[in-house]
């Protein structure tokens, strides 16, 4: 099943709704950059600001995917993946435009602070089956991706500097608690302090990887395009299927990494009070164009161009201990951040179904904290399936509701 849920058709219904919106807002991401780049100073008020909220989501999105993500996609389908994960990432800025437009406009605001989802977009259509369903899974889907899978990324990055797994799961437990028992304003604030640091300390090693083996970027650009449209291996009569591999890999491998279409991180930057629908919806480009065009683009680019098959190999070698102890310690960050990211949108999920009652919070951070443990010393391979099908079911009640209200957006 998962195979079915994360395969070409359902990348193909992502970028056509991501091509709708394009083709709608007469290419905003191209045409409205100037507009889209002052965004970035745009804030104040009290509570959650938006950069924080622009934070929390990057926290669901940038890291482990992105790196470890990027080198799994060149392995399975060779460097015209990169190609196709730009294509899926250019139309995905608009998607996830829209779907944090939405989800911004269509907020409430509660006693606990502000609330926004597809869910809530559902509710306001008239589909309560179809909104509680988009909460249930992205409450589902918190505990496996975002909880149990990113737990198990902690403690194989945790082994790496001797880390025992339940040492790993006991300090990840415990940082884990203070921070989810806090709610929202404590996540994003967590988030705003720590991610900026270690974004640019990676985006700092990646470029030097990049400088140091400068004089093999013009191959690793020439075989992106060639591979993605098999343009060398025409005569030989396959190149339909070399197109299809990198196509599929690629293109998943961008979804997968940026989230746009899932409808997860669009409920970061409607809990911000200060949040403007289309100011918003710009961070969400911006949020896309960081995890896409720069730390994707970059690691894939610095695995290329210096013959990598790793992520780890590119780093010990190229910087030794230093560059080893680093990308642990990154990976450590990145996992975390996408943890307690996840638990910042199921709290938004259980307050739409739950309203403000405090147990049904309370149990679901206590369950996310056993989670996480449990995350670091069990056997993930059933987990991850798990978690890809929660994952790709949030699509369809996410895209039903941008259809239904897809008039209600402006540029």
Known sequence: MREVLWSLPTVALLTAVGVYFTVRSRFYQIRGIKHILTSVRYGGGEGISPFSALMTALGGTVGVGSITGVAYALTAGGAGAVFWMWVTGFFGMMLKYAEVYMAVLFRKQT????????????????????????????????????????????????????????????????????????????????????????????????????????????????????????IRQAGAGISGALISIALRTGATR????????????????????????????????????????????FCAVALLSGGFDTVTEMFSELFGVIGSVFLTVSLL???????????????????????????????????????????????????????????????????????????????
């Open 111 to 230: 006693p606990c602070g502000y609330d926004g989802s597809a869910a809530r977009v559902l509710s306001a259509a008239g589909k309560p089956f179809a909104a509680g369903l988009f909460a249930v899974l992205c409450v589902l889907a918190s505990l496996g991706s975002g909880n149990l899978v990113q737990a198990g990324a902690v403690a194989e990055a945790a082994a790496e500097i001797g880390i025992p797994p339940l040492l790993c799961a006991a300090l990840t437990a415990a940082l884990l608690a203070p921070t989810v028992f806090g709610g929202q304003k404590r996540i994003a604030a967590v988030n705003s302090a720590v991610l900026p640091v270690f974004s640019a300390l990676l985006m700092l090693f990646l470029s030097a990887a990049v400088i140091l083996n400068l004089r093999g970027v013009p191959e690793a650009f020439s075989a992106i395009f060639r591979e993605a449209f098999g």
């Open 254 to 297: 961008g979804v997968f990494s940026n989230e746009a279409g899932m409808g997860s991180s669009p409920i970061a930057h409607a809990a911000s009070p200060s949040a403007d629908p289309q100011k918003s919806g710009d961070f969400g480009v911006i949020e896309v164009f960081i995890d896409t065009f720069l730390v994707s683009t």
């Open 333 to 411: 960050v990145f996992a975390f951040a996408s943890i307690i990211s996840w638990c910042f949108y199921s709290e938004g999920c259980i307050r739409f179904l739950f309203g403000d009652r405090r147990l049904p919070r309370t149990l679901y951070r206590t369950l996310s904290v056993a989670a996480a443990f449990a995350g670091c010393i069990i056997p993930l391979a059933s987990v991850w399936d798990a978690a890809d099908i929660f994952n790709a079911l949030m699509i369809v009640p996410n895209l039903y509701a941008l259809i239904l209200k897809r008039k209600d957006i402006s540029f």
